[in-house]
């Protein structure tokens, strides 16, 4: 179908709220990506699912970092007790599979205040 | 440490030059590289993926190469218009990296009309 997509486009929050971030993949993709982009870098390694388990979950920064894919498309990255420093764009990506092109959706950027 | 670096940092040409932008990376032992192209604000574009057994990819202007010995790819633009102008990122997949992708920070071009 359409490409990756993302919601929400933008989300501001308070220092210690508790965030979602949600990501479509391209239809039958069954690797998501999630990656995190700060301002002048390039985008930094998540987490990768191969189906529904998460196959890699070796780049997320800490416990309050969390995400699933229950049924092996949508996937949902959530965030506890925000930090300014989680400020970023989060992207997400599909591929058909491991080690093909990833396609990247449009990204969240998450502001902490 | 796995790691790939991009230089230059920025470039700035004349419309219609020819132009070569750089990656290195520090292992040799790779699936795959690509390059992808992001606009100010936007998510990231897949311009080319080259595998690992291949030498070289072309899409209309842009030849991209790879030789993983020396761990080095370069993405060639041609005849390069204003349109070009953005930042142009190489990502690599390495073999033990459980398919995440490992980035440079990206050369930003500008081409001056």
């Known amino acids: 179908g359409a490409g990756v997509s993302q919601t929400p486009s933008n989300k501001v929050t308070e220092k210690g709220k508790y965030v979602e971030l949600r990501c479509d993949p391209i239809?039958?993709?069954?690797?998501l990506y999630w990656y995190r982009q700060s301002l002048g870098q390039g985008p930094e390694f998540l987490i990768y699912?191969?189906?529904?388990?998460?196959?890699?979950d070796s780049g997320l920064p800490n416990d309050r970092f969390f995400a699933v894919r229950p049924e092996g498309s949508v996937s949902t990255l959530k965030i506890q007790r925000t930090e300014r420093g989680d400020s970023a764009v989060y992207l997400c990506?599909?591929?058909?599979?491991?080690?093909?092109?990833?396609?990247f959706g449009p990204g969240t950027r998450l502001l902490v205040l | 440490k796995q790691e790939v670096t991009q230089i230059p940092a920025a470039l700035s040409v004349p419309e219609g030059e020819n132009l070569v932008l750089n990656c290195s990376f520090t292992?040799?032992?790779?699936?795959?590289l690509q390059w992808f192209r992001q606009d100010p604000g936007k998510g990231l574009t897949s311009l080319l993926l080259?595998?690992?057994s291949q030498r070289e990819q072309t899409s209309g202007r842009l030849n991209a190469s790879l030789d993983k010995s020396s761990g080095r790819s370069t993405l060639y633009i041609a005849a390069s218009q204003p349109g070009d102008s953005a930042t142009y990122l190489c990502?690599?997949?390495?073999?033990?990296?459980?398919?995440?992708?490992?980035w440079g920070a990206g050369t930003k071009l500008i081409i001056k009309p």
């Open positions: 990502a690599v997949g390495f073999m033990d990296s459980n398919y995440q992708l490992i």
């Open positions: 080259i595998q690992s």
């Open positions: 239809s039958g993709h069954t690797a």
């Open positions: 699912f191969q189906g529904t388990g998460a196959a890699d």
């Open positions: 292992d040799s032992a790779i699936y795959n």
């Open positions: 990506a599909s591929s058909l599979t491991p080690a093909e092109t990833q396609y």
